[in-house]
Nanobody, 119 residues
Framework: QVQLVESGGGLVQAGGSLNLSCAASARGFSINSINAMRWYRQAPGKQRELVADISSGGTTDYADSVKGRFTISRDNAKNTVYLQMNSLKPEDTAVYYC??????????WGQGTQVTVSS
């Protein structure tokens, strides 16, 4: 059983910053290797979209809408991925979900954390 626990969401004014964290843990076995780690988001009435991706080697990719404002990073020793969000806009309001693909174990999702940006 693998669990992804997100934290760091909340309410912020436009132009502000938030830092999301997502830690992976497992029962009954050690997490030896996590491949891709990602952040997705889903706004009300919209489809879930990929926000940022980071490979096990640290290669990153971003949605055009967040380039230059968001930074994804990871700490492999802690099995944790982060999303630093700066210059937030009201259109960034959404539930943010963490995703991790574990070697030989498959893909897992976090429960989601709400980010609300007021104008």
């Amino acid at each position: 059983q693998v669990q992804l626990v997100e934290s760091g969401g909340g309410l912020v004014q436009a132009g502000g910053s938030l830092n999301l964290s997502c830690a992976a843990s497992a029962r009954g076995f050690s997490i030896n290797s996590i491949n891709a780690m990602r952040w997705y988001r889903q706004a009300p009435g919209k489809q879930r979209e990929l926000v940022a991706d980071i490979s096990s080697g640290g290669t990153t990719d971003y949605a055009d809408s967040v380039k230059g404002r968001f930074t994804i990073s990871r700490d492999n020793a802690k099995n944790t991925v982060y999303l630093q969000m700066n210059s937030l806009k009201p259109e960034d309001t959404a539930v943010y979900y963490c995703y991790a693909h574990l070697t030989f174990r498959g893909a897992y999702w976090g429960q989601g954390t709400q980010v609300t940006v007021s104008s």
